[in-house]
């Protein structure tokens, strides 16, 4: 089955990224496909390479990172959503004139077009929030 | 955009000032009005307070967006569904609500109301017909 993911919630305040990241390790390691995982409300925290979590708890950040690398999973995070909590890319930051970016490798930014395809394309979208 | 046509249904169930779920909702809900899905909404819970009328937010600094679900009918979003329960569990009634209304471009463009008020149950089978359900 192709699964578009959603979540709602930032990291560590909330479990829908902890368990968003439970379900789609266990939907990849069943053979699913994961069409895509938007990041939108302050679930676009999740995309900060600025989190510095103690080294005796999960970094999710990176866990998100790693498995985006190892699987090719598309992490989008939501433009509007980012700029209202200072979520950059170059790009961004160039065009709203921030003097740096915090984006984390394998996540991207952009419309919430995307969401809506996902919506579209995938058989199931599944919503992580509150 | 694209030639799948999807059932989508915007559940809608916090109240919409206190966090930024209700306006962050209603963008996605505008954005995604460009996809030509076929496009409900719903109201639940303190959700029922984002479409109530006479909203003031002079006093917290805080933008009203509430005009903009009167815009919704031109983007043919046109199903509004409020559940009953909620509605009558805050001593709320339809009169409470926006006006909100859409022409039928099936009835010789006649204004009708948008908005539906539905028990649990009525909301509860709307929602086993959906495709993408997208719960705020």
């Known amino acids: 089955m192709k699964f578009g993911i959603l979540i ?4 560590y305040q909330h479990q829908a990224s902890d368990t968003a990241y439970n379900f789609v390790k266990a939907a990849l390691d069943k053979g699913h496909e994961i069409f895509r995982i938007f990041f939108y409300h302050d679930g676009v925290n999740n995309g900060t390479r600025f989190t510095v979590p103690p080294q005796d708890d999960r970094n999710i950040q990176v866990r998100w990172s790693e498995l985006a690398e190892k699987h090719g999973l598309d992490l989008v995070i939501c433009i509007a959503a980012a700029q209202r909590r ?3 890319d170059e790009d961004e930051a160039k065009r709203q004139g921030i003097d740096g970016n915090n984006i984390a490798p394998g996540f991207r930014i952009s419309g919430l077009g995307q969401l809506i395809e996902a919506g579209i394309q995938a058989d199931r979208l ?3 929030g509150d | 955009m694209s030639d799948t046509t999807k059932k989508f ?3 809608n169930r916090k109240a919409p ?4 779920y209700a306006l962050e909702s209603l963008e996605v ?6 996809f030509e899905q076929d496009v409900a909404l719903a109201f639940v819970d303190d959700g029922v307070y984002q479409i109530t009328k006479g909203q003031d937010t002079a006093g917290i600094g805080v933008k009203n967006f509430s005009p903009t679900y009167s815009a919704l009918g031109d983007y043919d979003v046109n199903k509004i569904y409020v559940e009953k329960e909620s509605l009558e569990a805050r001593g709320l009634t339809v009169d409470d609500l926006l006006d909100l ?8 463009w006649a204004e009708k109301d948008s908005i539906r008020v539905v028990t649990a149950q009525e909301l509860a089978d709307i929602m086993d017909e959906q495709d993408v359900i997208l719960s705020f």
Do not use: S
Request: charged share 25%.
């Open chain 1, 8 to 11: 709602n919630e930032g990291p």
């Open chain 1, 86 to 88: 200072g979520i950059m």
């Open chain 1, 126 to 128: 599944v919503v992580f």
């Open chain 2, 9 to 11: 249904l915007y559940l």
């Open chain 2, 17 to 20: 000032y206190g966090t930024i």
């Open chain 2, 29 to 34: 809900v505008l954005i995604g009005a460009a």
């Open chain 2, 101 to 108: 209304k859409y022409e039928d471009e099936d009835d010789d």
